[in-house]
């Protein structure tokens, strides 16, 4: 099995840009790793599904654990490449947080419903996550342990082997842009009887979502309508 890092991103900057404005390019210049691929699509305006696809491609000729991550995500953890290995030697994909059950009709991996209440911490949520613009962060979500078993992860960051994903045929759905592809790769790899779980991969996320916008909005209607809850 393959045993090369490939981180998989997409960023508006361009590939100059990209190393001082954002937080995944400054991490990659605290951790400059020689096992460490960056595939990049910079000055990017086409749907992360997309994007995801192609490198996936790529790989059933250049097989690499691929970690799929937002340029706004920045890696806290010199440990971190093997933190992931570590996940995948237990799951088939892993991330940072995410949520052991899914509801009907859920509008996200941590909401219960569009009345934006959250699921239970301890109980159903998984994962740390810090949030802010740099570090020290201004806050840390503590959603629930870590290493457990989940139905649904957030989409910062999913880490899995090509080899995996291309055996069982499971490649992101280029309907959606960027709302609800996370979603919806987790509920694939459900049907696929893979397993998803969240493992200690410490993390800093800039941003904290933008839901019930006009385009999250034709997302859901999407996801529904896709998956019929």
């Known amino acids: 099995m393959s045993m090369k890092f490939r981180l998989i991103c997409a960023t508006r900057e361009t590939r100059e840009q990209f190393t001082a404005k954002t937080a995944l390019g400054r991490s990659l210049q605290l951790f400059p790793f020689p096992f460490i691929e960056l595939r990049l699509f910079p000055e990017n305006s086409t749907g992360l599904p997309k994007l995801y696809n192609i490198a996936l491609k790529e790989a059933e000729s250049d097989p690499a654990i691929l970690i ?13 490449p093997t933190h992931i290995v570590q996940g995948l030697d237990v799951f088939d994909v892993v991330g940072v947080v995410g949520n052991k059950r899914r509801l009907p009709a859920q509008p996200s991996w941590c909401f219960k419903d569009t009345q934006w209440n959250l699921d239970e911490h301890d109980v159903y949520l998984s994962g740390i996550v810090a949030h802010g613009s740099s570090w020290p962060a201004t806050n840390v979500s503590f959603y ?3 290493f457990e078993r989940v139905k649904l992860l957030d989409g910062l960051l999913i880490a899995c082997r090509s080899e995996t994903l291309i055996a069982n045929k499971l490649f992101f759905d280029e309907d959606f ?6 979603m919806d790769f987790c509920r694939q790899a459900e049907v696929l009887n893979l397993r998803l779980g ?6 800093l996320h800039a941003s904290e979502g933008q839901l019930n916008q006009a ?14 809850s």
């Open 215 to 228: 385009s999250w909005r034709s997302a859901y209607a999407k996801y529904l309508d896709k998956w019929g």
């Open 177 to 182: 842009d960027f709302h609800f592809y996370d």
């Open 198 to 203: 969240t493992w200690s991969i410490s993390t």
């Open 144 to 146: 629930g342990p870590t």
């Open 68 to 80: 799929f991550i937002h340029d706004d995500v920045q890696l806290l953890d010199v440990f971190w």
